[in-house]
T-cell receptor, first 112, second 111 residues
C-alpha cells in the first residue's frame, strides 16, 4: 500500500527566504506526482504535476523535483511571500493512474 | 468555467440523520472523485467514477455511505445514518487528463 509522508508538518519563515518542502513515498511504481496548495476553508489547487519519466517541473517561483528511485520529491519555493502561506500537499498517482494517495501536508507560514 | 461546485458548503446534523452531499463537476470532465479530509487521516479517496460509472469504491468506509452519478453533470454522496465520526470535510474533484480540479468542499458536522 502506498504511503506518502511530508516533512516538516509545519514551517515558518520570514518573507524573502527560499525554502524546500519534502515528500517521500514508499512505492516507486508511480504514474505521476502532484503538488497541491490548500488555503484555509478552500479546496485544493494543483500547482505542479511531474510525470514519472520527468525529473522536474517549474512554474514561476516554484520548482518541483522527482527522484522516483529513491521515492522522494521536493518543492522549492523561491523568494517566499506572505501570499504563499498555505498548506502544501503532495500526492502520488499509482497503479491505474487515477487514484491519488496524499500526504498530510506541510503548513507554511511566511511572515512579513 | 465555474469550477467544481459543491453544496451545501456547511452541514450540521444530528446523529442518525441522513445527509446528502452534492457535486457538479466541470463540464467535459470524465472522471469524478469523492474525498474525505480529517486531521487524523488526511485526505482519503472514497470512490471515483468514470463516465458516470463507479470504478472503485474500496475507500467507502461502511455500507452507510453510498454515491451515485446519474448523469455527467451531477453526483451525490449519501450517509445514512450519520454518526459523529463522519464529521469531516468532503471534497469532490473532477478531471480530464492528469490534473484533478477540486471543489471547495462540504464541512460536515454530526452532533
Amino acid at each position: 500500500k502506498q504511503e506518502v509522508t511530508q516533512i516538516p508538518a509545519a514551517l515558518s519563515v520570514p518573507e524573502g527566504e527560499n525554502l524546500v518542502l519534502n515528500c517521500s513515498f514508499t512505492d516507486s511504481a508511480i504514474y505521476n506526482l502532484q503538488w497541491f496548495r490548500q488555503d484555509p476553508g478552500k479546496g485544493l489547487t494543483s500547482l505542479l504535476l511531474i510525470q514519472s519519466s520527468q525529473r522536474e517541473q517549474t512554474s514561476g517561483r516554484l520548482n518541483a523535483s522527482l527522484d522516483k528511485s529513491s521515492g522522494r520529491s521536493t518543492l522549492y519555493i523561491a523568494a517566499s511571500q506572505p501570499g504563499d502561506s498555505a498548506t502544501y500537499l503532495c500526492a502520488v498517482a499509482g497503479g491505474s493512474n487515477y487514484k491519488l494517495t496524499f500526504g498530510k501536508g506541510t503548513l507554511l507560514t511566511v511572515n512579513p | 468555467d465555474a469550477g467544481v461546485i459543491q453544496s451545501p458548503r456547511h452541514e450540521v446534523t444530528e446523529m442518525g440523520q441522513e445527509v446528502t452531499l452534492r457535486c457538479k463537476p466541470i463540464s467535459g470532465h470524465d472522471y469524478l472523485f469523492w474525498y474525505r479530509q480529517t486531521m487524523m487521516r488526511g485526505l482519503e479517496l472514497l470512490i471515483y467514477f468514470n463516465n458516470n460509472v463507479p470504478i472503485d469504491d474500496s475507500g467507502m468506509p461502511e455500507d452507510r455511505f453510498s454515491a451515485k452519478m446519474p448523469n455527467a453533470s451531477f453526483s451525490t454522496l449519501k450517509i445514512q445514518p450519520s454518526e459523529p465520526r463522519d464529521s469531516a470535510v468532503y471534497f469532490c474533484a473532477s478531471r480530464r487528463g492528469d490534473t484533478q480540479y477540486f471543489g471547495p468542499g462540504t464541512r460536515l458536522t454530526v452532533l
